[in-house]
């Protein structure tokens, strides 16, 4: 695919999940108060352990986490509606590949994700900073392109919508987005650097009155691996459907579960 088509191709995928959000609006108003109320139990979870003071301070990381989490899921657990959609023959008679449209899926990703987090945000109010926000940009990042490889290797596989939302729920309370590496054993810090969502929450929590208790990943170290770990993903994604696109190619279009 030249890169003209692949131009035309994005940008008839992002129209058409423009479209998609704007009818489905009423469906994503109950998404996002679903995920803000999973957010609300982390939340939870982080003033039981750690008090209200630290509990604030620890609950910024949950804004990232509802980012990642939900565009983890809308990206790959859309596999199932999109077949339903019936487009995939004609976007393979096209020359077209179907895990492009699914790519649009990041605009669907934000809307949910930006109303779950004010409902968060109005309720427990907390601390901002502009490690927060760039902390959200990669996580909303890492999802999408966490998301692309599930729905990549989903079209072989198969991946269950249910097996993704644990998957992403477990990825960030366990995988140091949510819970601070600082209470992991040594070993896991040392390693911390080699799981995606971890370098994400260090990042969250480096409020500048916060950094030293808060962190054991310099800035530096946490900005440099997330962004290692959404590039690498976004080429595992890329290679995974070359591969899929040419089965289908090879083998018609039951070979994959599109």
Do not use: C
């Amino acid at each position: 695919m030249n890169m003209t088509r692949l131009w035309y191709s994005l940008r008839a995928s992002l129209w058409l999940h423009m479209v998609r959000t704007k009818r489905l609006a009423p469906n994503m108003l109950d998404y996002s108060i679903n995920m803000s109320l999973w957010a609300l139990i982390n939340v939870f979870i982080l003033y039981a352990i750690y008090g209200p003071a630290e509990g604030r301070l620890l609950a910024s990381s949950v804004i990232p986490w509802l980012y990642y989490t939900i565009a983890l899921a809308t990206t790959a657990g859309w596999l199932t509606h999109y077949t339903v959609l019936g487009l995939t023959p004609y976007e393979l008679a096209a020359g077209h590949n179907p895990l492009l449209t699914i790519a649009g899926r990041i605009v669907t990703s934000v809307l949910p994700a930006t109303l779950a987090s004010l409902i968060v945000m109005a309720i427990v109010r907390p601390i901002m900073s502009p490690y927060v926000v760039l902390a959200t940009a990669l996580a909303l990042l890492l999802g999408h392109a966490y998301g692309l490889l599930l729905a990549a290797l989903g079209a072989s596989m198969g991946v269950r919508g249910t097996i993704l939302d644990i998957l992403g729920y477990a990825s960030g309370l366990f995988g140091g987005m949510i819970i601070p590496l600082r209470d992991y054993p040594h070993m896991f810090q040392a390693l911390a650097f080699l799981i995606p969502p971890a370098p994400i929450g260090e990042i969250a929590r480096m409020a500048p009155h916060a950094y030293q208790s808060l962190t054991v990943m310099p800035f530096e170290v946490a900005l440099s691996s997330a962004l290692a770990w959404i590039a690498i993903l976004y080429m595992l994604a890329a290679l995974a459907s070359r591969r899929t696109l040419a089965k289908i190619r090879r083998e018609g279009l039951r070979s994959a579960r599109l």
